[in-house]
């Protein structure tokens, strides 16, 4: 009964009507009364509070003020357009300046009355002003559930258009409230209510909307953020659960040949204590007869490569062949060059598959993958294929997973008819909020210490006009045989300015560091693959000093020898790819240096970004930084998921809300695995209601 009410389509809501219900469906994905009823406000203006204009002294917090608007006027064309305003009170006056929604504002701002304004004042010129304030006549005030905050609901130009802006969203919710309150259901199992002290969900969803004091909305938040992560949690903990029930995986029972001679006769150093720890764990859930699924997080240079390799031979031992895959061609044919060198002796097939590997080759492939006599196949993407077929497939590593799909990778799942064993490695550490709610569903292995004897890399941010002083530290370093990166950023399809300033660059190199006594190779993501791996060999056997390139350097490449790292425009990269750029020296016993080169103009954001790379080189500080400058919706990979479309809750500000609600969620299905018990009933049925669209997050690796 009160299923069918909240489930009504939002046509039908008074007000609404088929044309609007459309482009609310559109814009804000409100199909439903429930859906609205989700829909919560954005922010809150306090009215109890109004400022006057000779108090305003900061430009860090919204402010509401009342008074009367004079001097409307339009400034500019086409896109420096703008509409200006003079908002006075009795203590002085004030400029308010729009940039969009120019023609609907000015039709508002008629009329000798009094306007309430809230925004957040900015410095302009040494005067203060407010750009893009919110706008409300004083004598629009009927209708208050005598509330002293006003909720203040997101709308956008579209909706506008259509007369539902902000105000006419906490209309149609006030009046959709006022007829649910009686069939609102609760969605929180009595006991966690009582247990943590939680409002109940009529009371929050009355206090997210119409909030009597700053308390009730305080504890509404809470309330309304902990449901949201909690049944997320429960979610993924639960896909998680199933799948352990359900997927059997092959048990590799025994170490063999390959793995003790490897250990015995090649390898060349000591395992680093984290190294043998990360082995152990996969080693355990190899003997579980349970399909593993584990993400690998370690810094660049912390030593994955050999742990895949380790994990490998056990898959051999065991009778089952194994692939490794990488996200580049370079990468892949790098991993075969390592590969065969240290497993020399021990007897091993391994195979390359990539986009450019011949047909005749490929038919070769393939025949052996059948026969079985091949072992190890590395490749890039190309081995997914459909007509790539293994004997006995038993374990996949995938090297720096974010530059794989999610239904890709689904797609290795199919290889066998138990599925094979997963480990995914990455070297851009995640933030550990995403990390629960993004892999939520995987196991983590953390490998957290590097070899012994590497210095940490110094990294330094110079300005374009150190450009000469560069050259010298660079000829120093050169003279004393370690070669160097200079990095450009990724040449697009449409930026002819990317290849140009390549181009000059590359230039310029070569008229500073000229034949015979220096040698510049240049590598892009425009020239042929045979093409860009002869440039890479020169680099490698060190017949090239300096290489000049674009980001395609980006991953895994690992020349030890390489020790100073320059990229240009570095304001121009995010912090994880400079992460990873920088990533690419240190790795021998030399000093290793990073140069961030930038102009004088660079952003806030910008300067912050060099600010923290010239402060750690900790990946997970890093990745922390990254996620509180860019927010989590902006990070590689993630976009199309639709895991961060949080309604409330924020993964960086609600870090300890979101820890408890997992401890919880994983404490009651420990208990009761397939929540059958008649206290789960109501989580069960909440899950299936929240989650029966979305998409499957268990099938994330
Ligand atoms: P990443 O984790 O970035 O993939 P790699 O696997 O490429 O790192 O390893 C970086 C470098 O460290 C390689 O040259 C590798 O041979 C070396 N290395 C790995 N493990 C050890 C170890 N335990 N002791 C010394 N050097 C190691
Ligand atoms: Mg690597």
Request: net charge positive; hydrophobic share 40%.
């Amino acid at each position: 009964m009160s299923y069918s009410f909240l489930d009504t389509p939002i046509e039908y809501l008074k007000g609404v009507g088929s044309k609007r219900a459309e482009s609310l469906k559109q814009e804000l994905s409100i199909h439903t009364f429930d859906d609205l009823i989700n829909y919560y406000p954005f922010r809150y203006i306090d009215k109890s509070k109004i400022y006057k204009i000779k108090e305003i002294n900061t430009t860090n917090s919204y402010i509401q003020l009342k008074g009367k608007i004079s001097n409307v006027r339009q400034i500019g064309q086409q896109r420096a357009k703008r509409l200006t305003a003079v908002f006075s009170d009795d203590t002085g006056s004030i400029e308010l300046v729009w940039f969009r929604g120019i023609k609907w504002i000015k039709d508002k701002l008629v009329g000798n009355k009094d306007f309430i304004v809230f925004g957040k004042p900015a410095l302009f010129n040494n005067k203060y002003n407010i750009p893009h304030p919110e706008i409300e006549f004083e004598d629009q005030e009927e209708d208050k559930l005598g509330e002293t905050l006003q909720p203040f609901y997101n709308s956008t130009e579209k909706l506008k258009a259509k007369g539902l802006g902000n105000k006419a969203i906490g209309k149609l919710t006030k009046n959709l409230m006022l007829k649910a309150t009686d069939i609102l259901r609760e969605t929180l199992p009595e006991e966690i209510i009582q247990k943590l002290k939680l409002s109940s969900k009529e009371e929050a969803l009355l206090n997210i909307h119409f909030p009597k004091n700053q308390h009730l909305l305080a504890k509404a938040q809470s309330r309304l953020k902990f449901e949201e992560l909690f049944y997320i949690q429960l979610n993924i903990l639960q896909s998680k659960v199933n799948r352990q029930q359900k997927l059997n995986g092959h048990v590799f029972s025994k170490v063999g040949k390959f793995l003790n001679d490897f250990y015995s006769q090649n390898l060349p150093f000591q395992l680093t204590t984290a190294q043998k720890r990360v082995i152990k764990e996969i080693r355990i859930d190899f003997g579980s007869g349970k399909q593993m699924n584990r993400l690998l997080q370690g810094d660049v240079g912390s030593g994955k490569t050999l742990v895949a390799l380790m994990s490998i031979l056990i898959a051999l031992d065991n009778g089952f062949q194994t692939c490794l895959m990488a996200p580049t061609e370079i990468l892949a044919n790098q991993h075969l060059k390592t590969l065969s060198t240290i497993l020399e002796g021990l007897h091993i097939n391994l195979g390359l598959l990539t986009g450019s590997t011949k047909s005749a080759q490929r038919k070769i492939i393939h025949n052996n993958l059948i026969s079985g006599e091949l072992h190890v196949l590395i490749g890039t993407h190309a081995l997914i294929e459909d007509n790539v077929q293994f004997k006995n497939l038993g374990y996949v590593v995938i090297d720096e997973q974010h530059r794989f799909g999610v239904a890709q990778r689904a797609k290795l799942w199919k290889k066998n008819t138990i599925p094979p064993h997963v480990l995914v490695m990455t070297a851009t550490p995640i933030p550990r909020t995403l990390a629960m709610t993004f892999y939520g569903d995987l196991d983590f292995s953390i490998i957290d210490e590097l070899p012994p004897g590497r210095k940490a890399i110094k990294t330094l941010h110079l300005y374009d006009s150190g450009r000469l002083k560069l050259f010298g530290f660079l000829k120093k370093q050169l003279t004393l045989g370690n070669q160097v990166y200079i990095v450009y950023p990724l040449i697009n399809e449409s930026e002819k300015i990317d290849l140009k300033d390549l181009m000059d660059g590359y230039e310029s190199i070569t008229r500073e560091f000229p034949l015979p006594e220096y040698a510049v190779s240049i590598v892009h993501g425009k020239m042929k693959a045979t093409d860009k791996d002869y440039e890479m060999q020169r680099f490698l056997k060190r017949e090239t000093q300096i290489m000049v390139s674009t980001t395609v350097i980006e991953v895994g490449i690992d020349i030890p020898n390489a020790s100073v790292m320059v990229i240009e425009n570095a304001e121009r990269f995010g912090l994880s790819q400079l992460h990873q750029l920088r990533g690419r020296v240190g790795r021998g016993t030399d000093q290793s240096y990073c140069i961030l080169m930038s102009g004088y103009k660079i952003t806030t954001e910008g300067r912050k970004r060099m600010e923290i790379m010239v402060r750690t080189t900790d990946g997970f500080e890093i990745a922390e930084a990254d996620l509180k400058l860019r927010g989590p919706g902006d990070l590689q990979g993630t976009q199309q998921s639709g895991i961060l479309d949080l309604k409330i809750a924020d993964l960086i500000k609600d870090e300890k809300i979101l820890k408890y609600a997992r401890n919880l969620a994983s404490d009651i299905l420990d208990a009761d695995p397939n929540l059958s018990l008649p206290n789960n009933k109501l989580l069960k049925s909440q899950l299936i209601k929240l989650f029966k669209s979305r998409p499957n997050w268990g099938l994330i690796s």
